[in-house]
């Protein structure tokens, strides 16, 4: 079965300071991949995909992301942090090897990312 | 509406009670996902609908669980014989297609107290 590493559960950081969010998947046919953030008490907001395309995926709010297949890695980075960027980011798979599916998300447990003034 | 809508936002509900959730997809998304989201864990698959019928269950933890799209439209989550261990948040998601982006409602946080 699909599993998502995410390295870190709380990671945080001083506003303006690099951002970087770690996500190793297992599957040895690159699947989709996904970062989402979950702000307290709201759902999940999708960030950015990586759909075998680009290697290097940009997203929103200034977000990115590098696909590694030789690391089976997706970290997330964003280059200054924001006080608003503080909330949960999830790690995402779909589709891959050993079943993976057109349809099904097999998400990481979750980074918990604080800033700092 | 513009989005997924679940309601309720917040159940609390008696250990051994019936309890139903519900999930309004964006318009005209054939696809209709239930995860579910225990504390400090990541969401879990539970179920995915195609129109009316759901394609695969396998994520359904027990027979205590059971989801209805009777009009390929609105879903329902109903859990019978509430446990404590039901508690989380149901998470509620619809995609255009089953391999498209999938846009998750806010959640139902249930209680079983």
């Known amino acids: 079965a699909q599993s998502v590493t995410q390295l870190g559960s709380h990671v945080s950081v001083s506003e303006g300071a690099l951002v970087l969010l770690r996500c190793n998947y297992s599957?040895?046919?690159?699947?989709?991949l996904f970062w989402y953030v979950q702000y307290p008490n709201q759902g999940l907001q999708l960030l950015l995909k990586?759909?075998?395309?680009?290697?290097l995926v940009k997203g929103i709010n200034g977000f990115e992301a590098e696909f590694k297949k030789s690391e089976t890695s997706f970290h997330l980075t964003k280059p200054s942090a924001h006080m608003s960027d503080a909330a949960e980011y999830f790690c995402?798979?779909?589709?891959?090897?050993?079943?993976?599916?057109?349809?099904?998300?097999?998400f990481g447990k979750g980074t918990l990312l604080t800033v700092n003034p | 509406g513009a989005g997924v809508s679940q309601t309720p936002s917040n159940k609390v509900t008696e250990k051994g009670k019936y309890v139903e959730l519900r999930c309004d997809p964006i318009?005209?998304?054939?696809?209709l996902y239930w995860y579910r989201q225990s504390l400090g864990q990541g969401p879990e698959f539970l179920i995915y609908?195609?129109?009316?019928?759901?394609?695969?269950d396998s994520g359904l933890p027990n027979d205590r669980f059971f989801a209805v799209r009777p009009e390929g439209s609105v879903s329902t989550l109903k859990i019978q014989r509430t446990e404590r261990g039901d508690s989380a948040v149901y998470l509620c998601?619809?995609?255009?297609?089953?391999?498209?982006?999938?846009?998750f409602g806010q959640g139902t946080r249930l209680t079983v107290v």
């Open positions: 995402a798979v779909r589709g891959g090897d050993s079943g993976g599916s057109n349809y099904k998300l097999t």
């Open positions: 599957s040895s046919v690159p699947p989709y």
């Open positions: 609908f195609q129109g009316t019928g759901a394609a695969d």
């Open positions: 998601a619809s995609s255009l297609w089953e391999n498209t982006e999938a846009f």
């Open positions: 318009s005209g998304h054939t696809a």
């Open positions: 990586y759909t075998s395309a680009a290697t």
